[in-house]
Every structure is written in structure tokens, then in C-alpha cells.
């Protein structure tokens, strides 16, 4: 290829690539959000991803509480809660009802399992998060999880940690 060539194929491809990648104009971002905010789109907000318990004893217990709230135009399902270690537990607090105590999933019954929820727009449920080192003896920094599913599309799988110092 000669050297001419080259240099028309990169301009082409550098021409080709601010096209597709430059900004669209603001008529362009307002018309593609309304569409989809006809359509109506659940939409999670968390308080945050992640709690530091601080320093615990091995006899003790904490709680982490987490607050979920919808943000979106749709109903937003949460379903599939788990935590990572049987000494983890979770509970969600809804407007309407009190979710089962979760825990791993070999150690829940199938109906816990299977327990799901939906937050209307603007509501918001409260996630707390026990940890009893007790029932699995640990010492020293010590990380566990809760994860969860939701029909939020930017949030499909959830998981919130937990961080406390075992002594």
C-alpha cells in the first residue's frame, strides 16, 4: 500500500469515527429521554454499596442498614436475596411488608428463596445486614456480602458489602 493510500484510509476512519462519536445535538438527548421515560423504567438508588462495621468481638453482632429507594417512573423489582456466609444475615423493610430473614442460599427454604417485592415509584425499603462472627469464627478484617436482583436495567445484580475487624 502506498504511502498516499495509507493516509487516505486513516482520514477516512478518523472521519468515520468523530461522526459516530461526536455529541448529539439537545433536541436529540431531550427527544431520546422522553421516549424512554414513556415507556416508564424502574431505577434503584442505594445509600451506598458498602458499610464498614468497625472492630467487633467474635460473641458480638452489628447491623449495616442499607436504604434502597426507587427513583424511576415504573415499579422496581427486587427478588433473589443471598448473603455470602451463614454468619450474614438480611432483612428488607418494605412500606407494605417485612421480607423473611435471609442467609446463604443452601440455607433458606425455597419459598425464601423465591421471595420477591416491588417499590413504587419514589418509595423506599430499608436493608438490614446482621453479622454474628459467632457462628463461623473468624478473626481479624473480615469482608461478607448481600447480593440481590432487580428489573432496574442499569442494575440487574446488586451485592452490598459489609467490612468489620473480628477480635
Request: proline content about 5%; charged content about 20%.
Amino acid at each position: 500500500m502506498t504511502r498516499i493510500t495509507a493516509t487516505i484510509v486513516v482520514i477516512v476512519l478518523a472521519a468515520t469515527a468523530i461522526v459516530w462519536l461526536w455529541p448529539r445535538s439537545e433536541s436529540e438527548k431531550v427527544q431520546g429521554q422522553s421516549t424512554q421515560n414513556e415507556s416508564g423504567q424502574p431505577r434503584l438508588e442505594l445509600s451506598a454499596t458498602s458499610a464498614d462495621l468497625g472492630e467487633m468481638g467474635v460473641q458480638d453482632e452489628k447491623t449495616a442498614t442499607f436504604t434502597l429507594k426507587n427513583t424511576g417512573t415504573k415499579a422496581l423489582e427486587l427478588k433473589q436475596f443471598s448473603t455470602s456466609c451463614n454468619c450474614t444475615f438480611a432483612q428488607l423493610k418494605t412500606p407494605s411488608q417485612t421480607s423473611p430473614m435471609f442467609n446463604m442460599m443452601m440455607h433458606m427454604s425455597a419459598a425464601d428463596m423465591n421471595w420477591k417485592t416491588e417499590l413504587n415509584p419514589g418509595e423506599e425499603a430499608t436493608l438490614s445486614v446482621i453479622y454474628k462472627p459467632s457462628l463461623m469464627p473468624v478473626y481479624g478484617p473480615v469482608q461478607r456480602f448481600v447480593t440481590f436482583e432487580t428489573d432496574d436495567p442499569e442494575h440487574k445484580k446488586v451485592e452490598l458489602t459489609i467490612n468489620a475487624q473480628v477480635k
